[in-house]
């Protein structure tokens, strides 16, 4: 039904750049995420798709109609875009009931075209010429009735919001939105207010209504396992800047850069710093942990030189972009945390080429008898389903999962080494992913 | 050419664009508006009065000493410095007793009154924050007995008239010997004569004062404490800290802003006060710009822009202290229970203690009007001492036709007298008008101001309608005397309902700024979403939501519209509204008839305001600015 393109948007208050020049292209009836930490803009790129906010510069089109253009003047306001939204907090009016709060806003719908379904749901053809009208007390008794069966929620329709439990809210709040038909669902964090049991009901149900619905979703979020598990697409977002936008897997697997390999998975991606050069056969062979030799096998071979001419010049390209005020928000590389039992010193000295971050997910950390390497257990935390598992080396503590439950005693000695070519190798530089590949130990 | 005039042309296009964006939100266009209007009601009058205090005014010592005076010719024919320059530089000659003394017109006019005002205004605020202060702890704090009707009572002071406690001052310790006039009631009951430092001048002006204003400090300290996560002192009795270093250095930082609040408000409240001083006979900056109005217009005009100054200067230190680092925010949602004090059985002597002080505060009062209305002369209660009958009359109620003897000068009774029941209409008609004007902007300021929280404007309107708050009463009335007299509105209900709409305007903004700034911005853009117009979000889910708040915002200026005399008192004839009749009666010697209007009065505000309160749940307390 509806595509949404965003090109160039950036909103600014003085010099603070909330959303530096994204473009973004959500297909129709795609259930994109917005993923990213608190006030990274977020929040701020949905309210700007719905038109509670306004851009400082940009463009975007909802369904092949420019909603807004800085450059030509056009500025459609939120109540003629036809969407719906749905707040964290569910924002129901407190003063109505249930079926007051569904109701009110299709009351107010005077347009050409309207009908009704059988089933009862609302047809819009805001191209129908002819005399408008509004709907009648039946037509509206029949769609609340579609909305209110969706979610459950028949029961509890002449009581007041004050009277329901959270997940009864989120339900309400959610009939009302889909109520008017909107061509895109816009939701904000609309999970965080539940608690986790409630979460995973609703997540689930999110999943069905998309499919049911057919419409477009956008759906904010800070949580990276709400994003993995309901989105077609995540659009990851730091400090106002796009970080990457593709499915999830891809998210996971391959990171564009060591913010977003950081912030994806739970637990979090081991990070290791490594030091050497590529060899002719296209491996790195590299330093790592304090002294173990290793060589990094890329899937597909990278030409080094070239890779890091490209890099720079995306780097340079973005700096060079023209900003009317000062940034404030510097974009400095991502500060990736590696795990150590005392905290040590940062190394002072200028970083070159040689330098590099090593990304191995804690499912590819294994546990045997023979691994070359050698740790101990320093802490372990088993579920039932899994185990995890910390194990020192050195000063390092490196992240593992082992499936069933396996019990560790702490203190114990264990080897282990990593598997499987779904490693990640960033340059250290700049923070960006060279390529993935196998970490094998020397 | 053309390369360099497209960037122009694109430019202006994107303003005009922004201030069409801009523009059609409701809240913007409506800051825009009322921006102008207010910076205009509340600055131009402020702009006559300056400009008076040069003007020539016909009569006055101004025109006569044009005439002498050639160098005023400077300023042109309309204007002159002799005001400025007389009361700063020239010295008055005047016989005391056999000997001349020579003072200076300033000492006279302006130092004297401007120490006496500073002076009442720093001992009310000390009062009242040290009365209402202790009063809130003990009762959110503490096992206080009685405190439902103790905190009801309480306020009584501030619902009632402001003249209410001067007059019974009067009517408890004055006496023929000390004072001259009538004996009060101490000297009737108890041949008691207090000193005359006790009876007029600075120390009951302050004490009066103070008890007037102890309810402000009372709702504003009290909401916080009310409010005030038990655990913030919990977490310091854990670490094992004193009490008392608990208290100063954990409680009393947390309720600071309440004080200074406190200490703004009742500092030009104070100031501004006109009746008080008048009737405990101290010479102010209010009373004194009354008392040289005629004879020195131009000169009285410049202590109302003294007044002014004070009340601008007040305004940046509200500024200053309020925004941002210290104000704390003490509600935390968690911790329901708060610690409660046990005063052991200490218990009951401070409730007694209190019992007894609103006894004097907010009973005493009512009875002591009561009583005055049946004495057949002023101060003569002798029923006491020789009963009822015979010693008490029904005269001052019940007299139906026009009579000259029995000291009634012409007056109809108090229940037949068409004059005082007109002067009530209107009363009611101004507080009506007001209470709607004010109760409306004020409600849309708040509004607006809430939905443009970083917007310099909206800070800019909301400055401006709260200015008139921490202006003076009677600076306020003079800027609109002399403004009304200008545009010849001068004793007209418009000018009444103009003045008291600018003067009130901040109770209702302030109410509606408080609760609309607790009200999500999305509970209103789920509505926006749905493409629900403006004024049915208002009215359907804005307005029923907050509907307390918003009828407190209502309730306030009505109430304090209809005791209102400082501010209206320059601006219309005396038999307009019930409170200048009542300074009539006053002059005319007919305290009766003013101690029965000021009993019908307080009574009417009183029922009123508890009428409301149980109908809606609205109440002053958060007009004022407390939680409640």
Redesign the interface.
């Known amino acids: 039904m509806a595509r949404i393109e965003l090109t160039h948007v950036t909103k600014r208050w003085g010099g603070f750049y909330a959303v530096d020049d994204l473009s973004l292209l959500i297909d129709d009836n795609a259930f994109v995420t917005l993923l990213g930490p608190s006030g990274c803009g977020k929040t701020t790129t949905l309210r700007m798709i719905a038109g509670l906010e306004t851009p400082t510069t940009g463009k975007i089109v909802i369904d092949g109609v420019t909603v807004f253009d800085s450059d030509a003047g056009i500025n459609i306001p939120a109540n003629k875009r036809r969407v719906g939204f749905l707040f964290q907090n569910y924002a129901l009016w407190p003063n109505m009931t249930v079926y007051q709060n569904i109701a009110f806003g299709l009351s107010n719908i005077r347009e050409a075209g309207l009908s009704v379904t059988a089933e009862g749901e609302l047809i819009r053809n805001p191209e129908a010429k002819g005399e408008a009208r509004k709907l009648t007390k039946e037509e509206i008794d029949k769609i609340v009735a579609r909305v209110s069966a969706i979610v459950k929620i028949q029961p509890f329709m002449e009581r007041y919001p004050g009277e329901l439990s959270g997940g009864q809210q989120q339900r309400v709040a959610i009939a009302r939105t889909l109520a008017p038909s909107p061509r895109v669902l816009f939701m904000d964090e609309p999970l965080s207010n539940l608690d986790a049991k409630l979460r995973l009901e609703m997540r689930s149900e999110l999943q069905r209504l998309h499919l049911s619905t057919g419409s477009t979703f956008v759906y904010v979020t800070h949580d990276q396992m709400e994003a993995m598990t309901l989105a077609t697409r995540i659009c990851l977002i730091d400090n106002g800047v796009l970080q990457q936008y593709d499915e999830p897997l891809t998210v996971y697997n391959r990171p564009n850069n060591t913010f977003v390999a950081d912030f994806v998975g739970n637990p979090a991606i081991n990070f290791m710093n490594a030091r050497g050069t590529q060899q002719a056969d296209g491996s790195f062979r590299v330093k790592l942990l304090d002294g173990y030799e290793a060589s990094f096998i890329p899937n597909e071979k990278v030409d080094i030189d070239s890779w890091y001419a490209a890099a720079e010049k995306d780097i340079a390209a973005f700096r060079a972009k023209e900003r009317p005020a000062e940034k404030t928000n510097k974009d400095v590389p991502f500060k990736y945390p590696i795990a150590t039992v005392t905290d040590t010193a940062e190394e002072k000295r200028e970083l070159d080429r040689q330098d590099w971050v090593i990304g191995v997910r804690p499912e590819f950390i294994r546990i045997s008898e023979d691994g070359p390497i050698e740790g101990e257990v320093f802490s372990a935390m088993p579920t039932g389903m899994e185990t995890t598992v910390r194990i020192r080396v050195g000063n390092y503590l490196l992240t593992g999962v082992v499936f069933g439950g396996v019990t560790y005693k702490i203190g114990q000695k264990v080897r282990i080494g990593f598997a499987g070519d779904g490693a990640t190798l960033f340059s250290r530089v700049n923070g960006r992913l060279v390529c993935c590949g196998e970490v094998r130990m020397a | 050419m053309t390369t360099a005039a497209a960037p122009r042309a694109?430019s202006f296009?994107?303003t005009?664009?922004r201030f069409?964006?801009y523009i059609?939100k409701p809240q913007n266009a409506i800051l825009l508006a009322l921006g102008i209007i207010l910076t205009i009601t509340t600055i131009y009058p402020m702009i006559t009065i300056v400009r008076d205090t040069v003007r020539i005014h016909p009569g006055s010592i101004d025109t006569q000493e044009r005439a002498l005076d050639s160098q005023t010719e400077v300023l042109g024919s309309t204007l002159t410095t002799y005001n400025w320059k007389n009361l700063f530089t020239d010295t008055i000659t005047s016989r005391v007793g056999r000997e001349r003394v020579t003072q200076s017109v300033a000492s006279i006019y302006l130092w004297t009154p401007l120490i006496n005002s500073v002076l009442i205004s720093v001992f009310a605020c000390f009062g009242a924050i040290l009365y209402g202060g202790v009063f809130a702890y003990l009762v959110t704090r503490t096992n206080l007995k009685f405190k439902k009707y103790l905190s009801s009572i309480f306020i009584f002071p501030y619902i009632m008239p402001q003249w209410t406690l001067a007059v019974m001052w009067q009517n408890l310790f004055n006496s023929n010997a000390v004072t001259g006039g009538n004996d009060g009631l101490f000297v009737a009951l108890f041949n008691v004569y207090m000193p005359k430092w006790w009876c007029e001048g600075l120390f009951p002006v302050s004490v009066v004062l103070a008890i007037h204003y102890a309810p402000f400090a009372y709702i504003l300290i009290g909401g916080i404490f009310r409010n005030m996560d038990a655990n913030l002192e919990e977490a310091a009795t854990i670490l094992n800290t004193p009490k008392w270093k608990t208290f100063f250095r954990v409680t009393l930082p947390l309720v600071r802003p309440a004080i200074l609040s406190t200490i703004l408000l009742v500092f030009s409240s104070a100031m501004g006060s006109y009746p008080i001083p008048h009737y405990l006979k101290l010479s102010t900056l209010s009373t004194q710009y009354v008392g040289m109005s005629t004879n020195r217009a131009g000169q009285a005009s410049i202590l109302a822009v003294i007044m002014i100054l004070f009340g601008f200067l007040i305004m940046i230190v509200n500024q200053r202290t309020t925004s941002g680092r210290k104000n704390f925010t003490t509600v935390t949602g968690k911790s329901g229970q708060s610690s409660v004090v046990n005063l052991g059985p200490a218990k009951y002597v401070v409730s007694a203690l209190f019992v007894l002080l609103t006894l004097f505060t907010g009973i005493l009062p009512i009875i002591l009007f009561a009583i005055e209305t049946f004495l057949p002369n002023p101060g003569d209660y002798s029923f006491i001492k020789y009963g009822i009958s015979g010693h008490t009359t029904t005269k001052w109620w019940l007299t139906a036709e026009n009579v000259t003897e029995n000291g009634m000068y012409g007056q109809k009774g108090i229940l037949y007298n068409q004059d005082i029941w007109n002067a009530f209409a209107g009363s009611f008609f101004v507080a009506i008008c007001c209470a709607l004007l004010a109760g409306t902007i004020g409600t849309l300021i708040g509004y607006c101001v809430s939905k443009n929280r970083?917007s310099k404007w909206a800070a800019y309107v909301n400055n401006m309608a709260f200015l008139p708050y921490l202006m003076p009463s009677l600076a306020v009335g003079v800027a609109f005397f002399v403004f009304g007299s200008g545009v010849g509105i001068y004793n007209t209900f418009l000018l009444l309902i103009l003045a008291g709409v600018v003067k009130y305007i901040p109770f209702a903004s302030r109410s509606a700024l408080n609760s609309m700034m607790q009200l999500?911005g999305?509970?209103e853009?789920?509505?926006?979403?749905?493409?629900?117009?403006w004024w049915?979000r208002m009215t359907?889910?804005i307005i029923?939501?907050q509907k307390t708040s918003i009828i407190s915002g209502f309730l306030l200026p009505f109430m304090t519209c209809l005791r209102e005399l400082t501010l209206f008192m320059l601006l219309c004839g005396q038999g307009k509204i019930i409170t200048t009749m009542l300074g009539y009666f006053d002059e005319m010697g007919l305290y009766a008839f003013s101690s029965g209007i000021n009993l019908i009065l307080i009574i009417l505000i009183l029922i009123f305001n508890t009428l409301v309160n149980k109908l809606t749940g609205a109440s002053i307390d958060s007009g004022i600015g407390g939680d409640s």
């Open positions: 694109g296009r994107r005009w664009n069409r964006t059609t970083r999500s999305e509970i853009e789920a509505a926006i979403i749905q493409d629900i117009p049915k359907q889910i029923p939501i």
